[in-house]
């Protein structure tokens, strides 16, 4: 299957200047759909950063201090395991506590450097049985007052909302971006389809002197993805604009509490490039795969 | 060379195309296939480069049954098998040259063969003159002979030819007729379906006659009817 490369090369460029509308067409689509999927993917890391202690089965937190002996944290254990009001504890000691920092604060290495494990409060999540606020006030205040605990904390009633709204809404913009790639492979299968059908006349002739199934199909192929590829560049411009934007107006603005909890490390921008370099090839391929087996008979 | 074994081509489930055929050309030979519209001559042929499979016989190729042949292989039989049809097939926006080359281009040939190949196969079917021209500035006569030497610049065992002077004037014809029979002495064998009358007789060469999808005639140094 020996296919020159210049070969393919020029004759993609031709296929790609011959159907220009077309190509740009199916690029954009594949841009914007890439882009609604970055965004998508960085808030949601960015939910479950920031939202890391808020898991929806946590609503109390109780923080030893750091000086606290194994004998307290046992003591309050056993409390906490034979309390009738707790459905469900889970004990975060340092290495648990300290793999969970770096994990928030990923990009932020000389933060991260600067803490040792030792440094770090170990804490008991509680899930009481109820979720009556009350309730939930009552067992904290029994612990409040224990040898060791540093403080009491109550995952607030408000958080959670915000907390599921963004993800209901990051959920429709996931929908949304998964709708515009199912569009992207329809517009690189059609444009390759068109692209078929002007060189009809050089694939019978290809066909008649026995070029190979690859030689014919190829220079296709590489145009979808070329459609897919470009399009992931696109949509990479735009998920690193969309970060620094957010960096500069939601993370370092004290004004928008929550929004500002938000955040992802350049780690996952990088993994959202990623994925969006293979989506794009995954969806030019699958476009012009579809195109050339049922377009090009061989 | 080729040989069909009880071949019956059925298009579409009804249309019987071929019917039981039963051929045995050998290598170097010049058959005729003449017979009335619909007959099945085109349809011989396209069994031969594997356009179409038989429903039911076998067909082989230089020994091979291409029947059997695995689909990523076909190119390769057609390697071998040169194509030459009544309406050219050139590529309008290619040169004389450039639509000879092409053919050794898909098959991913070298460009030094490439350069080599093609004015000595131009100069062979007396076009060397023209190489830089485009189709539509040839005569039907020089565009025909275009593309017998793209069907031929691969020295194939053999060369299919569907009516190739169906468009030409008779003295155009004759030409041609001469470019193929050189061809066929080169121990090329060549297959033409042809409605050409003056042709089949002048020349005097195996004929095989189709009449309703199926062979009625195969006779030697054969004649129209």
């Known amino acids: 299957m020996a296919v020159r490369l210049d070969y393919v090369l020029k004759e993609t460029g031709s296929n790609l200047r011959r159907n220009a509308t077309l190509t740009i067409a199916a690029v954009l689509t594949v841009a914007v759909s890439l882009s609604l999927v970055a965004a998508s993917f960085l808030i949601g890391k960015g939910i479950n950063n920031s939202f890391l202690g808020l898991r929806s089965d946590v609503q109390l937190f109780i923080y030893m201090k750091p000086e606290a002996t194994a004998e307290q944290i046992k003591s309050i254990k056993k409390d906490l395991d034979e309390s009738p009001q707790v459905r469900k504890v889970d004990f975060y000691g340092k290495d648990k506590t300290f793999a969970e920092f770096k994990r928030l604060f990923a990009d932020q290495p000389d933060l991260v450097s600067t803490i040792k494990p030792d440094e770090l409060p170990q804490s008991f999540r509680v899930l009481p049985k109820s979720t009556d606020a009350d309730v939930v006030a009552a067992v904290g205040k029994q612990f409040k007052s224990k040898a060791g605990v540093l403080r009491v904390e109550y995952a607030a009633e408000y958080a959670r909302q915000v907390q599921r709204s963004l993800r209901t809404l990051n959920t429709w913009v996931l929908i949304v971006g998964g709708i515009l790639i199912a569009a992207s492979v329809l517009l690189i299968f059609n444009t390759i389809r068109t692209a078929v059908f002007a060189r009809r006349r050089e694939i019978e002739v290809m066909r008649l002197v026995g070029a190979s199934n690859w030689f014919i199909r190829l220079p296709f192929m590489v145009e979808g993805l070329v459609h897919g590829l470009s399009g992931a560049l696109l949509a990479a411009l735009g998920a690193w604009g969309f970060d620094a934007l957010w960096k500069k107006n939601f993370v370092n603005q004290v004004a928008f509490e ?26 030019g391929a699958v476009g012009s795969g579809i195109a050339v087996s049922r377009f090009l008979k061989i | 060379m080729i040989k069909l074994d009880n071949v019956t081509k059925i298009y579409k489930g009804e249309h019987v195309a071929l019917r039981d055929a039963s051929v045995d050309i050998a290598k170097g ?45 076909v190119p390769y039989l057609r390697r071998n098998i040169g194509s030459v049809f009544q309406d050219f097939k050139l590529l309008p926006n290619k040169t004389v040259y450039e639509n000879v080359a092409f053919a050794l281009e898909a098959i991913g040939r070298p460009k030094s063969a490439i350069k080599e190949a093609v004015p000595q196969i131009l100069e062979l079917v007396g076009l060397a003159k023209k190489a830089g021209n485009m189709p539509d500035e040839l005569s039907g006569g020089e565009q025909q002979r275009v593309s017998i030497a793209r069907a031929f610049v691969n020295r194939p065992l053999i060369l299919l030819a569907d009516e190739p002077t169906g468009n030409l004037d008779p003295a155009t014809s004759v030409g ?35 009449d309703r999808s199926r062979i009625v005639r195969d006779q030697a140094r054969g004649v129209y009817e």
């Open chain 1, 258 to 283: 929550l929004l500002n909890q938000i955040r992802w490390s350049s780690g996952d921008l990088w993994l959202a490039i990623v994925v969006i370099f293979f989506v794009g090839a995954l969806t």
């Open chain 2, 29 to 73: 030979e010049f058959v005729f296939l003449v017979g009335p519209s619909g007959s099945g001559k085109s349809t011989f042929l396209r069994l031969l480069n594997r356009e179409e499979s038989p429903e039911q016989g076998r067909i082989y190729v230089a020994g091979k049954d291409i029947g059997e042949l695995p689909g990523y292989k």
């Open chain 2, 176 to 210: 041609i007729m001469k470019l193929l029979d050189r061809i066929n002495r080169t121990g090329t064998t060549v297959v033409m379906a042809t409605h050409d009358r003056g042709i089949v007789d002048t020349m005097r060469r195996r004929v095989i006659e189709l």
